[in-house]
């Protein structure tokens, strides 16, 4: 089984950064698509960004230009460095990863991030 180990989060101003990190039990080459997915109290989940194993990125709007997500493949990591950090951006992040072969979808345990106004 594979397995999602999210750190990183934590409390931090606005206008601060922080660093989320996804380190996964196996190689993630073997992942089509990693990504990150965010869940604020009283909303559903959202997606926030992709990262492809070719390395092609996506963003939902209101993080484009502030969120960057990157991968180490050596390490088996996938990050989400966060910048401008805006109270709204408040919530559990989950790191996220799909198999297309093995039609499977993981997710982590999630890290809590909270931004002060």
């Known amino acids: 089984q594979v397995q999602l180990v999210e750190s990183g989060g934590g409390l931090v101003q606005q206008g601060g950064s922080l660093r989320l990190s996804c380190a996964a039990s196996?190689?993630?080459?073997?992942?089509?698509?990693m990504g990150w997915y965010r869940q604020a109290p009283g909303k559903q989940r959202e997606w926030v960004a992709t990262?492809?194993?070719?390395?092609?990125?996506a963003y939902v709007d209101s993080v484009k230009g502030r969120f960057t997500i990157s991968r180490d493949n050596a390490k088996n990591t996938v990050y989400l460095q966060m910048n401008s950090l805006k109270f709204e951006d408040t919530a559990v992040y989950y790191c996220?990863?799909?198999?297309?072969?093995?039609?499977?979808?993981?997710w982590g345990q999630g890290t809590q991030v909270t931004v002060s106004s």
């Open positions: 196996e190689s993630i080459f073997s992942f089509n698509t």
């Open positions: 996220n990863a799909r198999d297309y072969t093995r039609s499977s979808n993981y």
């Open positions: 990262i492809t194993s070719g390395g092609s990125t």
